[in-house]
C-alpha cells in the first residue's frame, strides 16, 4: 500500500483529521434534537474543509513542494488495483496472503475514491434539508450519510487488515504530524486550525 502513497504535507493530514471527526461528530449528533445546533456546525466544517481541500490540490503545486491526490489520481489507482486483483485472484488461490492482501488494498483504494464522490453529496443535502425542510431530501441525506459510514467502516476495516498482514501500521503516512513541509503549507495548516476555531466557537455563540 505504502507505494501508492504520496508524500501527505500537513495541511492534508489536518483537513483529513478534521473531516473525520467532523463527521463522526455529524452524524452521532443528527438525529437529536438539542444537539441540532451541534450537527449544523460540524456540517458546515465538513463544507469549509472539503473547500479548502479542493483548492488546495490546485494551489500546492504552486505555492508547495507537493501535489495532493485527486478524483482522477485516485480512481486511476483504484482501477489499477482492481485489475491486478482480478489478475492475481485468477492465477492462485484467493485465499492466500497474497491474495487477502491485494484485495485488501484494493477496496481500500477504492473506499477512497467512493469517499471522495459521496461527501460532497452528503453535505449538500444536509443543506438542502436545512433549508427547504423537504422530507425526502432528508431522507437521501440519511440514506448518503450511512452510506459514506459504510464506507468509512470498510476505509478503516482494510487498513487494519492490510497492517496486519504487512506487521506495520500502513495509516501512520496520513496521522504523522510533521514540520518537513514549506513554511507556506505550515502556515496555512495553522491557518485552518485557526479558521475551524474561530467558527466553531462563532457558530456556537450564536
Known amino acids: 500500500m505504502s507505494k501508492v502513497w504520496p508524500h501527505i504535507d500537513i495541511l492534508i493530514r489536518i483537513l483529513h483529521i478534521i473531516i473525520m471527526l ?4 455529524a452524524y452521532f449528533t443528527g ?38 491526490f485527486g478524483i ?17 485472484t485468477n492465477s492462485i488461490s484467493i485465499f492466500s496472503k497474497n491474495s487477502i492482501q491485494l484485495i485488501s488494498i484494493t477496496l481500500f483504494q477504492t ?15 444536509g443543506y438542502g434539508t436545512e433549508h427547504f425542510y423537504s422530507h425526502s431530501l432528508r431522507n437521501l441525506h ?3 450519510a450511512n452510506l459514506f459510514l459504510a464506507l ?8 487494519i ?24 503549507t505550515q502556515y496555512m495548516a495553522l491557518f485552518v486550525l485557526g479558521l475551524i476555531g474561530a467558527f466553531s466557537f462563532y457558530y456556537l455563540a450564536m
Not at 471522495?116 to 443535502?125: E, G, H, M, T, Y
Not at 468509512?152 to 487498513?159: E, I, M
Open 152 to 159: 468509512v467502516l470498510l476505509h478503516l476495516s482494510t487498513l
Open 142 to 144: 440519511s440514506l448518503f
Open 22 to 25: 467532523a463527521f463522526v461528530g
Open 111 to 125: 473506499s477512497i475514491l467512493c469517499i471522495f464522490l459521496v461527501i460532497p453529496i452528503v453535505v449538500v443535502l
Open 31 to 68: 438525529d437529536k434534537e438539542d444537539l441540532h445546533q451541534v450537527h449544523m456546525m460540524f456540517g458546515y466544517i465538513l463544507l469549509i474543509t472539503i473547500t479548502i481541500r479542493v483548492i488546495w490540490h490546485f494551489l500546492s503545486p504552486r505555492v508547495s513542494n507537493t501535489t495532493p
Open 161 to 184: 487488515l492490510n497492517s496486519i498482514l504487512a506487521k506495520r501500521f500502513q495509516g501512520w503516512s496520513m496521522l504523522k504530524i510533521s514540520l518537513e513541509d514549506s513554511k507556506i
Open 72 to 88: 482522477q489520481k485516485r480512481g486511476t489507482i483504484a482501477l489499477t488495483t482492481i485489475k491486478k486483483a482480478l489478475s492475481h
